[in-house]
């Protein structure tokens, strides 16, 4: 039975079925949809936005011609599909570009609970240019564990690396976002 | 892990005209279909395919049976003419050796030959039984040597101060050397045998 496009259109799992379908109009509007969401994704790993936009047709042509290979598991699972994409396509695109964990020499400081709350309370294009401003190997691991909550283990595994490498790429990340922070708030004092 | 929580919050909350202002959702989609379009083509493909090889093979057969005869034709045609084949000729029978002229030719022993002066020795191989040493060999000798045996001898001979005298590495390699050219020292054909005899006389003598 064919869904009528034009009235169904709220319904992920109906725009999923037209798709498969090959209903005209049905995958750009699915792109339509998550593009957005998948571009800041991108640009989160990736820290530029030539390679966040290309990522993004890459992670959109990938999906659609493997379309047959998603399961519906109730609302939401689109996104978090297109996500899982877009997560491998920025890691494997990090690993062409040789993404390392390098340990930056850093004084350590002891974390103040105050600095990590004035990091929740950033806007959104303050905190993606303090991300931008991480080392890769920094990034990824921050991104993996803060965005898309991975445990330190699915991050060893995923990047194949150690579990403890993986901690104290979130710790020096962390560390160095704060100290980002800190800089930008001597600036404007 | 509170903080976190915050962090996605701000990214889902954001907007993309925020952070990427001219994002132009119509000119990626653009390119999406794009890249799409080879895709596009293999999935007709795949969905026709089955149909198209199956109408095929029933033409096929259809065709088949209703033009076997001409397909016969095809393969062997009336007026094809053979190719003619070049008659083999037939080989020529030679006759039987004659064994009786053989027999009737008397074998000179080198030994009888008449001795003649020593000019130029040339040092040849001779059979002792357990290696071979080198003896000065009278022209006599070189002229009673069948020629062929001779030449294929002679350049693969070292020169008698050449080659060793007592055991060692040397007397393998040179052993192995002659034996590399098929000069076997122990043993010999048929026709050497009159001549490692003469060389045993000589030897001795």
Known sequence: MKIPLKEHLYAENDLVKACREGQSGARSMLYRRYAERILLQCLRYSGNREDAQEL????????????????????????????RVAVNHCLMHLRKKRLQFELLDEEQEQHTGEDAEVLGQLGAKELMALIHALPQGYRTVFNLFVFEEMSHREIAALLDISE???KTQLHRARHFLQKQLMQEK???Q | MKHDKQLRKTFDEAQVNDLVPDFDPDAGWEEVSRRLKPGRRRIALNRYLPYAVAVAAV????????????????????????VQQPERQARPVLPPPDHSTLAAKPLTHPAALPAAP???????????????????ASTVLKEALPVKHYADIAPVLP???????A???????????IARRRIAPQTGTKEEAPIRGLMYALNKE
């Open chain 1, 186 to 188: 001597k600036k404007v």
């Open chain 1, 56 to 83: 993004l047709t890459d992670v959109f042509v990938a999906a659609f011609e493997r379309l047959h290979q998603f399961e519906y598991r109730g609302e939401g699972s689109v996104a978090a599909w297109l996500s």
């Open chain 2, 167 to 177: 055991g060692g590495q040397k007397k393998g390699f040179w052993r192995s050397r």
């Open chain 2, 59 to 82: 033409l096929l057969l259809l065709v088949r049976q209703k033009e076997n005869a001409s397909f016969t034709l095809v393969a062997f045609r009336k007026d094809a003419t053979p």
């Open chain 1, 164 to 166: 403890n490498t993986s």
């Open chain 2, 118 to 136: 020593v000019v130029n020795p040339v040092p040849l191989p001779v059979d002792t039984g357990d290696r071979f040493i080198v003896v000065e």
């Open chain 2, 159 to 165: 020169a008698a101060e050449e080659l060793p005298v």
